[in-house]
């Protein structure tokens, strides 16, 4: 089945530090990535949808300087958290829909907990 | 306004009973589909479910099956011979949006913490 790989799964640096985070389709191509943020007991946030090729559409609210984002090909995306401080700390997880299926449910990385110091 | 709602916070179900996750969603779009994932203590997204608003029927994967009804707005998900494993965060989910459009989002309910005891 689809696989999807993010790295790092956890991240512990200091405040004002930039934090890079991958997501990778391993056995597919992704035109369209979705990165998602999590706070502790609460549902999934989107923030950005990745397209490949081109600008990411960020949701109402999410800085779009803080939070980077680049799709560089059919199968990698990341999102760079810059110079990132406490309250940025969260669980981030992305996805990524099978290229040409529009029925196929999104397939999840298994997420990166980032602790900001 | 919610677009999808799920009212239990947290349920209880012993081994080998059935336990039935509500959830309802709210849309005007004719085109949509509705998602049910798992997310274990370790934080991965599961995809257990799918159910398409033209499918006649109701979807089912082994043990999970979808109680689609449509005119109802509802979606729950149906858990037959629960599992110690099956312990964990269940996340109804909703994609609206013609299917070509590329740009199809899913947005999430707040979760149901399911619990298998014994």
């Known amino acids: 089945g689809a696989v999807v790989s993010q790295h790092p799964s956890w991240v512990i640096c200091k405040s004002g530090t930039s934090v890079k985070i991958e997501c990778r389709s391993l056995?597919?191509?992704?035109?369209?990535m979705f990165w998602y943020r999590q706070f502790p007991k609460q549902s999934l946030m989107l923030m950005a949808t990745?397209?490949?090729?081109?600008?990411?559409?960020?949701e109402q609210g999410v800085e779009k300087d803080k939070f980077l984002i680049n799709h560089a090909s059919l199968t990698l995306s990341t999102l760079t958290v810059t110079s990132a401080h406490p309250e940025d700390s969260s669980f981030y997880i992305c996805?990524?829909?099978?290229?040409?299926?529009?029925?196929?449910?999104?397939?999840f990385g298994d997420g990166t907990r980032l602790s900001i110091l | 306004a919610q677009k999808i709602t799920q009212t239990q916070p947290g349920m209880f179900v012993q081994e080998k009973e059935a336990v039935t996750l509500d959830c309802t969603y709210d849309t005007s779009d004719p085109s949509y589909g509705l998602f049910w994932y798992k997310q274990p203590s370790s934080g991965e997204m599961i995809f257990l479910i799918y159910?398409?608003?033209?499918?006649?029927q109701n979807a089912t994967e082994g043990r999970y099956s979808l109680n689609f009804q449509k005119a109802r707005k509802s979606a729950n998900l149906v858990i037959s011979a629960s599992q110690l494993g099956d312990s964990a965060m269940y996340f109804c989910?909703?994609?609206?949006?013609?299917?070509?459009?590329?740009?199809?989002?899913?947005?999430f309910g707040t979760g149901t913490r399911l619990l298998v005891s014994p």
């Open positions: 990745s397209n490949e090729g081109s600008k990411a559409t960020y």
């Open positions: 159910q398409g608003s033209y499918d006649q």
């Open positions: 056995d597919f191509q992704a035109t369209t």
């Open positions: 989910a909703m994609r609206e949006g013609r299917m070509n459009t590329g740009f199809q989002k899913l947005v």
């Open positions: 996805s990524a829909r099978t290229r040409g299926r529009p029925n196929a449910p999104q397939h």
